[in-house]
């Protein structure tokens, strides 16, 4: 919808999502109209839901009329469906959006806003907020994951929450999805990643330069992975190898520091009736993270090259794999200086610390006693983090077969350690060691770590590797061996200790 000067004014729903916001608001009115009486804050909530269903109900009216609006003029010219849906420039192929129907899917007819999403030629910005033009960016981007080539579901569905849950007020993000998702910047990595930019046509070279224009690259020699492709769009998706990642609390970082905001449980009080309330205030902390960069270099022989059939994809398999060994260590034992910190260093010499109850000796009741050291609060969504010899050292204190520990000793590992989840870390203490201390098991609520990744890995190619035939001496040869050379940020550490408990066995 639009003002007279043609500035959308309206919300940014499509139809289905405009019918379940209007069922979401109408429940919401419904359950505050059960109360005998409304508080101030109720009172306005139910003002601004009231003001919110009809703006809702006014779009989604508009919509509808704009389906209409399409039979009619369908009708009028003779178009057929498959003339409007090459109108609006889509092929028919499979993976495509030829199939839906404008009439039935009125959603379909404001769709067309965002035909090509990528072309950022069609955003006004002149006389409009900054805000308005970022909230169209945030669509077109929304609009592009939907479209973009080389993705699966699950990779569709992991970026909308990146870019949903993650995106800041000047868009980053988004803009990030619109310059490094299109089909032409595909194409253009693809012969970049296989040394063919000789190749690249027209199209292809504005994509790049619209990535380098956009200032969303550190290195003029670098190209970003494709958004669809960049390892950390594609761990979210497919789920880490890295267990600790599995566990702990993700987010996207926009700048070189994440900054986030805990707090203590919140106090409360009984006070008599009449009575001047208690001073029951929390405090709260504002942890922060700082971002660090991690580097990889994947050679390849140049006959491997010239054999490979998908060069962009496997490159990124590649380097997603190596990503996820480094980072595996980082996040168990990593020091936090040039490096994430790993939640080991991060509860050494803390308060969390649970000694066990023999000297250099794993007793069954330290098991025990480190579940028992944490707070119930944090106990409800608990996980144990150790390597496999620490659990298989557990489970040899079974004896009374499977009834009162974990399980019979013939069994493969089971999936929970007195009833909360075991998860692995091969980096942390396996072994006892009379000479040091050895911290095997951390048990605790992994949301209090957290994981702040910086979505855009850059890759450079290296056409050709040099080797000196004397270290030392004069200029190296080639090898025949070509190379990309990457490089992304992330960091980790644990924003609230009191959160677990760590076992040292010294």
């Known amino acids: 919808m639009a003002d007279e000067q043609g500035q959308n004014k309206g919300p940014t729903l499509t139809h289905s999502q405009s ?66 849906r090459r109108e609006r420039g889509f092929s ?28 950022l030629a069609e955003v006004r910005t002149f006389g409009r907020a900054r805000e308005d033009v970022n909230t169209e960016l945030r669509s077109r981007a929304l609009a592009a994951i939907e479209q973009m080539p080389s993705s699966s579901t699950a990779v569709r569905e992991a970026s909308t929450t990146i870019v949903e849950r993650f995106d800041d007020k000047d868009a980053t993000l988004a803009k990030l ?95 008599a009736e009449a009575a001047q309330v208690s001073d029951d205030s929390t405090t709260f902390a504002q942890p922060s993270i700082p971002i660090y960069t991690a580097r990889g270099f994947v050679p390849v022989s140049i006959e491997a090259l010239q054999d490979m059939s998908n060069g962009a994809s496997e490159v990124a398999r590649l380097l997603a794999e190596g990503r996820e060994i480094l980072e595996s260590a980082a996040f168990a034992v990593g020091s936090g200086t040039g490096q994430p910190t790993g939640i080991v260093t991060a509860l050494t010499g803390t308060s969390s610390i649970v000694t066990s109850i023999t000297t250099d000796t794993l007793a069954v009741g330290d098991l025990y006693a480190l579940q028992g050291a944490l707070p119930a609060r944090f106990r409800r969504g608990a996980s144990w983090l150790a390597t496999n010899n620490f659990y298989n050292r557990a489970r040899q204190f079974d004896t009374a077969g499977g009834s009162s ?102």
């Open 19 to 84: 019918i379940n916001r209007l069922r979401e608001i109408t429940t919401e009115l419904e359950r505050l109209g059960e109360l005998d009486e409304l508080n101030p804050e109720d009172e306005s909530y139910f003002t601004e839901l009231r003001t919110e269903f009809a703006t809702v109900d006014k779009h989604r009216k508009f919509l509808e009329r704009q389906a209409q609006l399409a039979d009619i003029r369908s009708a009028a010219g003779g178009i057929s469906a498959a003339g409007l």
């Open 92 to 119: 028919g192929q499979t993976g495509d959006q030829g199939e839906r129907d404008a009439i039935l899917e009125p959603d379909s007819i404001e769709d067309r806003r965002f035909r090509n999403p990528w072309d």
């Open 177 to 271: 999805v619109l310059a490094t998702s299109s089909p032409a910047y595909m194409r253009a990595f693809a012969k970049a990643a296989t040394n063919r930019l000789h190749e690249l046509d027209e199209t292809e070279q504005r994509a790049l330069q619209a990535v380098r224009a956009m200032s969303l690259t550190d290195s003029a020699g670098g190209y970003l992975v494709p958004f669809q492709l960049d390892p950390t769009v594609i761990i979210t998706a497919n789920g880490s190898l890295n267990e600790i990642r599995r566990i702990a609390r993700q987010v996207v970082a926009t700048g070189d520091v994440w900054n986030g905001v805990s707090s203590g449980a919140v106090s409360w009080s009984w006070d």
């Open 405 to 506: 520990l974990w399980a019979q000793l013939g069994d493969g590992r089971p999936a929970n350690l007195l009833g909360k989840p075991v998860y692995e870390a091969e980096d942390m203490d396996g072994a006892i060691n009379a000479t040091q201390e050895n911290y095997m098991s951390v048990f605790g609520d992994f949301s209090n770590y957290v994981i702040a990744d910086r979505i855009g890995m850059t890759v450079e190619f290296i056409p050709h590797l040099f080797q000196q035939t004397t270290a030392g001496s004069g200029f190296g040869r080639p090898t025949g061996q070509r190379g990309w050379f990457a490089y992304y940020r992330t960091g980790a550490d644990s924003v609230n200790d009191g959160a677990f408990r760590m076992l040292n066995v010294t």
